[in-house]
C-alpha cells in the first residue's frame, strides 16, 4: 500500500461506515492527493486575466425568447436547499423563512415552478430534508400540477490540520463531518440517481440556483440563448459593487479559458488586487445552466476535477479554541472551466437577489419587493435607488430577536435609501422610512419607535 493509499485508508473506512457512494469517496480522495501534496488551492494573479466584456443578457433578441418556451418542457429548475440559515441563528431549513406573509423561500420557488410547468428538483443536505419534504406536502395540496424530485448531498469527512488525519469530536461527533461544497452537485446528482431519472424522463436542460435566491427565476430568453449557442454550461454573471468585493470572480487563465476564482483561492498578499471591482468586473450569481446531455458524458469520465477549495475553519465551528481543521470543498461554478462550450452571460443586477442576513431580509420582506402571480420575487419597478441596510447585530442578527422588534409589521421602505440601526429599536406598526433615516438608542433598555410615523434624518431615542 503506498503512502497515500496509507493515509487516506481511515477517510475511506469512515465513508463507506457511513454509507456514501464510491464516487464520493473518489473525489474525496483527489482533494486529500492534493491537499497531502501540499497542494493549498490557490490561484495567484499570475496565472489568470480579467474578462473585459461579455454577452449581455438585456441586449439578446427577444426572437431567442420563443426558442426558450419551446424548451421549456425539456426544462428543469434545480435549487440547492442544503443551508440552514446559520448566519441568522437557525438550525433549520433556510428555504421555510416567511419572505411574505404566508409564504416561505420554498412556497414561491414552488409556485413558480409551477407556473412554468417545470419539474422543482432539490438537492437537501441531511438536515433540510425532513423539514423540507414535510412542509412541501402541504404546498402541493395548494399546487397540484407541481412535480418535485428531490436528493441528498453528500457529507465528508474534516481533515485534523495537524497530521492530517479525520478530525476527531467526541463531544460531539455530528461537527467531524461537514457537506463538501455545490461542487458536490455532480457528484450527488449522478449517484442518487437523479440525473438518470431526468434524462430518462425526457430532460435536457438544467437551471441551478440558490434556494435563497428568489431573483433566479426561469428566464425564456436566457434558455433560448443557451439552446440556440448549443452550450454544455452558462455561467450569469452581474457586475460586481463595493458590496461584491469579498465575493468569487470570474477569469481567463493565460489560455483564454474561463476560470472561477473563490475568495479562498486567492493569496493573502493579493487580497487588494481580488477585490478590486475595476479589474475583476464580473461576479458568479451561482445561476448556472447546463446541458444534462453534456453533463452526463462528463461523468461518465468520473467525477469532474474542480479546483480544490481549502476552507481552514475549527471542528466545531461554535468554539473558535476547538482544534483546527481543513474542509476540503469545491464549487459548483468551477465546472465552467471543464465543460465544452462553457460560456457566461451577464445579467441584471435583480437576478440576484440573495437573502443571507436579517438585513437582506428586511429589503425583500418590505414594499420594495414583490411577489408575482407567478411566483417572482422582484423589485418594485418604480422604485428607482439602492438601499443599503446596517442594522445593529446585537439585537438584530438572529431571527427570533429580529423578529420580535419588527413583530408589528415591517416599515415601508420604498422611498428610504439608507437606514442604519444603532441600539435596542422595536418598530411600531405603519412606519415609512424616507431617505438617509439613522435610528439612536443609547439608554440600555429596548425603546419602541412610535408606529404611524414618517420618520427621516438623525433620531435619537
Same mark, same amino acid.
Given at each position: 500500500?503506498?503512502?497515500?493509499? #496509507?493515509?487516506?485508508?481511515?477517510? $475511506?473506512?469512515?465513508? !463507506?461506515?457511513? *454509507?456514501? /457512494?464510491?464516487?464520493?469517496?473518489? +473525489?474525496? &480522495?483527489?482533494?486529500?492527493?492534493?491537499?497531502?501534496?501540499?497542494?493549498?488551492?490557490?490561484?495567484?494573479?499570475?496565472?489568470?486575466?480579467?474578462?473585459?466584456?461579455?454577452?449581455?443578457?438585456?441586449?439578446?433578441?427577444?426572437?431567442?425568447?420563443?426558442?426558450?418556451?419551446?424548451?421549456?418542457?425539456?426544462?428543469?429548475?434545480?435549487?440547492?436547499?442544503?443551508?440552514?440559515?446559520?448566519?441568522?441563528?437557525?438550525?433549520?431549513?433556510?428555504?421555510?423563512?416567511?419572505?411574505?406573509?404566508?409564504? #416561505?423561500?420554498?412556497?414561491?420557488? $414552488?409556485?413558480?415552478? !409551477?407556473?412554468? *410547468?417545470? /419539474?422543482?428538483?432539490?438537492?437537501? +443536505?441531511? &438536515?433540510?430534508?425532513?423539514?423540507?419534504?414535510?412542509?412541501?406536502?402541504?404546498?402541493?395540496?395548494?399546487?397540484?400540477?407541481?412535480?418535485?424530485?428531490?436528493?441528498?448531498?453528500?457529507?465528508?469527512?474534516?481533515?485534523?490540520?495537524?497530521?492530517?488525519?479525520?478530525?476527531?469530536?467526541?463531544?460531539?461527533?455530528?461537527?467531524?463531518?461537514?457537506?463538501?461544497?455545490?461542487?458536490?452537485?455532480?457528484?450527488?446528482?449522478?449517484?442518487?440517481?437523479?440525473?438518470?431519472?431526468?434524462?430518462?424522463?425526457?430532460?435536457?436542460?438544467?437551471?441551478?440556483?440558490?434556494?435563497?435566491?428568489? *431573483?433566479?427565476?426561469?428566464?425564456?430568453?436566457?434558455?433560448?440563448?443557451?439552446?440556440?449557442?448549443?452550450?454544455?454550461?452558462?455561467?450569469?454573471?452581474?457586475?460586481?459593487?463595493?458590496?461584491?468585493?469579498?465575493?468569487?470572480?470570474?477569469?481567463?487563465?493565460?489560455?483564454?479559458?474561463?476560470?472561477?476564482?473563490?475568495?479562498?483561492?486567492?493569496?493573502?498578499?493579493?487580497?487588494?488586487?481580488?477585490?478590486?471591482?475595476?479589474?475583476?468586473?464580473?461576479?458568479?450569481?451561482?445561476?448556472?445552466?447546463?446541458?444534462?446531455?453534456?453533463?452526463?458524458?462528463?461523468?461518465?469520465?468520473?467525477?469532474?476535477?474542480?479546483?480544490?477549495?481549502?476552507?481552514?475553519?475549527?471542528?466545531?465551528?461554535?468554539?473558535?479554541?476547538?482544534?483546527?481543521?481543513?474542509?476540503?470543498?469545491?464549487?459548483?461554478?468551477?465546472?465552467?472551466?471543464?465543460?465544452?462550450?462553457?460560456?457566461?452571460?451577464?445579467?441584471?443586477?435583480?437576478?440576484?437577489?440573495?437573502?443571507?442576513?436579517?438585513?437582506?431580509?428586511?429589503?425583500?420582506?418590505?414594499?420594495?419587493?414583490?411577489?408575482?402571480?407567478?411566483?417572482?420575487?422582484?423589485?418594485?419597478?418604480?422604485?428607482?435607488?439602492?438601499?443599503?441596510?446596517?442594522?445593529?447585530?446585537?439585537?438584530?442578527?438572529?431571527?427570533?430577536?429580529?423578529?420580535?422588534?419588527?413583530?408589528?409589521?415591517?416599515?415601508?421602505?420604498?422611498?428610504?435609501?439608507?437606514?442604519?440601526?444603532?441600539?435596542?429599536?422595536?418598530?411600531?406598526?405603519?412606519?415609512?422610512?424616507?431617505?438617509?433615516?439613522?435610528?439612536?438608542?443609547?439608554?440600555?433598555?429596548?425603546?419602541?419607535?412610535?408606529?404611524?410615523?414618517?420618520?427621516?434624518?438623525?433620531?435619537?431615542?
Amino acid at each position: 500500500m503506498s503512502e497515500h493509499d #496509507s493515509r487516506f485508508a481511515p477517510f $475511506a473506512e469512515r465513508m !463507506a461506515a457511513r *454509507g456514501l /457512494p464510491d464516487l464520493a469517496i473518489e +473525489s474525496f &480522495r483527489r482533494h486529500y492527493r492534493e491537499l497531502a501534496g501540499g497542494a493549498t488551492g490557490l490561484i495567484p494573479e499570475t496565472e489568470i486575466r480579467p474578462v473585459d466584456s461579455l454577452p449581455d443578457a438585456e441586449s439578446l433578441d427577444p426572437a431567442l425568447a420563443e426558442v426558450g418556451r419551446t424548451a421549456l418542457s425539456a426544462t428543469v429548475f434545480l435549487k440547492l436547499n442544503g443551508g440552514l440559515g446559520t448566519s441568522m441563528g437557525l438550525d433549520r431549513a433556510k428555504s421555510l423563512i416567511e419572505v411574505k406573509p404566508g409564504q #416561505s423561500f420554498l412556497r414561491i420557488l $414552488a409556485r413558480h415552478a !409551477a407556473h412554468a *410547468g417545470a /419539474p422543482l428538483v432539490l438537492m437537501n +443536505s441531511d &438536515r433540510t430534508r425532513a423539514d423540507s419534504l414535510a412542509a412541501l406536502e402541504h404546498i402541493r395540496r395548494e399546487e397540484p400540477g407541481l412535480v418535485v424530485q428531490e436528493f441528498v448531498q453528500h457529507m465528508a469527512p474534516k481533515v485534523s490540520q495537524h497530521d492530517l488525519a479525520p478530525a476527531r469530536w467526541p463531544q460531539d461527533p455530528d461537527h467531524e463531518w461537514y457537506p463538501p461544497g455545490h461542487g458536490d452537485l455532480y457528484a450527488a446528482l449522478h449517484s442518487s440517481g437523479t440525473l438518470q431519472d431526468l434524462l430518462q424522463a425526457g430532460m435536457r436542460y438544467l437551471f441551478v440556483s440558490n434556494a435563497d435566491n428568489l *431573483g433566479a427565476v426561469l428566464d425564456a430568453r436566457i434558455l433560448g440563448h443557451f439552446v440556440e449557442r448549443g452550450l454544455g454550461f452558462l455561467m450569469e454573471v452581474a457586475d460586481r459593487t463595493p458590496a461584491d468585493r469579498k465575493g468569487g470572480h470570474l477569469a481567463l487563465t493565460r489560455g483564454g479559458e474561463f476560470i472561477l476564482r473563490e475568495s479562498a483561492q486567492c493569496p493573502e498578499a493579493e487580497r487588494e488586487t481580488f477585490e478590486d471591482i475595476g479589474r475583476h468586473r464580473f461576479f458568479n450569481t451561482n445561476n448556472l445552466w447546463i446541458d444534462l446531455l453534456e453533463l452526463s458524458k462528463v461523468l461518465a469520465a468520473g467525477v469532474p476535477a474542480l479546483p480544490l477549495i481549502r476552507n481552514a475553519k475549527t471542528v466545531d465551528p461554535t468554539d473558535p479554541e476547538s482544534p483546527p481543521v481543513y474542509q476540503l470543498e469545491s464549487a459548483m461554478g468551477a465546472a465552467i472551466s471543464i465543460f465544452p462550450r462553457a460560456s457566461a452571460l451577464r445579467v441584471p443586477r435583480h437576478r440576484f437577489a440573495p437573502v443571507k442576513t436579517t438585513a437582506d431580509l428586511l429589503l425583500v420582506r418590505s414594499d420594495r419587493y414583490q411577489v408575482s402571480a407567478q411566483g417572482q420575487l422582484a423589485p418594485d419597478p418604480a422604485v428607482r435607488h439602492h438601499m443599503v441596510v446596517d442594522l445593529d447585530a446585537r439585537f438584530y442578527g438572529r431571527l427570533p430577536d429580529f423578529e420580535q422588534r419588527f413583530m408589528a409589521a415591517t416599515p415601508s421602505l420604498r422611498e428610504c435609501k439608507r437606514l442604519h440601526v444603532s441600539g435596542d429599536v422595536r418598530f411600531g406598526p405603519d412606519i415609512v422610512l424616507q431617505g438617509v433615516v439613522r435610528i439612536t438608542n443609547r439608554s440600555g433598555r429596548q425603546v419602541l419607535l412610535p408606529g404611524g410615523c414618517i420618520y427621516e434624518g438623525e433620531i435619537t431615542l
